[in-house]
């Protein structure tokens, strides 16, 4: 088996992200992705085919981003880290997210790592 990871940083996307009542209109959020990609074994050929295309992570968060908006960025980045682990060779993803003009001195961030179980086995031993 061959690991890789595959990053998608510093995606800038306007959205409706927040509970105050200034933050009901789209405002700017950057998403930064990483993923714990699985192979069966290293990659030998110089084809997309071989590998996961990162486009469908990118489409999918600006889709969500285009919805109809999340109240807290912790929803948010579950949101995200689900659409990874859509994918079955994504064994971890780690997605940020941040609110880059919520408070004119600071950016407030949101992050978390999440892993797909591990395989549990149905046999039996005697």
């Known amino acids: ?17 927040g509970i105050h009542p200034h933050e009901q209109v789209p405002q700017r959020v950057r998403l930064s992705v990483e993923m714990t990609v699985a192979y069966p074994a290293p990659v030998s050929q110089d084809s997309i085919d ?6 469908f992570v990118r489409e999918g968060v600006r889709q969500l981003a285009s919805g109809p908006g ?4 912790e929803t948010l980045v579950e949101a995200v880290a689900a659409l990874c682990l859509s994918d079955p060779r994504v064994t971890a993803v780690r997605v940020r997210s941040m609110k880059l003009d919520v408070y004119p001195d600071a950016k407030v961030s949101c992050a978390i790592t999440r892993r797909r179980p591990a395989a549990t086995s149905t046999d039996t031993w005697v």
């Open 1 to 17: 088996m061959a690991e890789y990871t595959t990053i998608l940083d510093d995606l800038d996307v306007s959205m409706r992200l």
């Open 50 to 55: 071989q590998v996961l295309d990162y486009d």
């Open 70 to 73: 999340f109240a807290l960025q």
